[in-house]
């Protein structure tokens, strides 16, 4: 497992993919109005404008795991609780987010 996905809500989608296009040296690879993402050297940054469907306010790091329900039915076990639940979200992959005891929001990516 490793975190190979950060997404970003950010206000102004424009301004954002200026700011992260010049710190990150190259163009997104994925340019919609709902989604910006950039891919460096195998590490993944998304904007997402106004926080996307999910309601995000602060960025969201997402583990990439071989088997989402396993991973999550563990850090479950473990304390952390369902924020959403495991949904496909396009291209074979599927993520969960989840929230720590201290309420930080941690997320779950395998790609099919």
């Known amino acids: 497992m490793s975190v190979r996905t950060v ?3 950010v206000s102004d989608v424009t301004a954002a993919k200026a700011v992260y296009s ?3 040296g190259v163009a997104p690879q994925t340019d919609e109005p709902y989604y910006v993402g950039f891919d460096v050297d195998g590490q993944h940054i998304g904007l997402v404008p106004g926080g996307g469907p999910q309601g995000m306010t602060s960025p969201v ?3 990439h795991v071989p088997d ?3 991973t999550l039915a563990e850090v479950i076990a473990a304390g ?3 924020k959403d639940p495991v949904s496909e979200v396009g291209g ?3 993520v969960a987010t989840v929230t720590d005891p201290d309420g ?3 997320g ?3 790609d099919r």
Do not use: D, E, K, S
Request: net charge positive; hydrophobic share 60%; no cysteine.
């Open 68 to 70: 989402i329900h396993a």
């Open 22 to 24: 010049a710190l990150l």
């Open 92 to 94: 074979g992959r599927v």
């Open 108 to 110: 779950l990516l395998q």
């Open 61 to 63: 790091a997402y583990w």
């Open 104 to 106: 930080n929001v941690l």
């Open 80 to 82: 952390a609780t369902v």
């Open 7 to 9: 997404l970003h809500p």
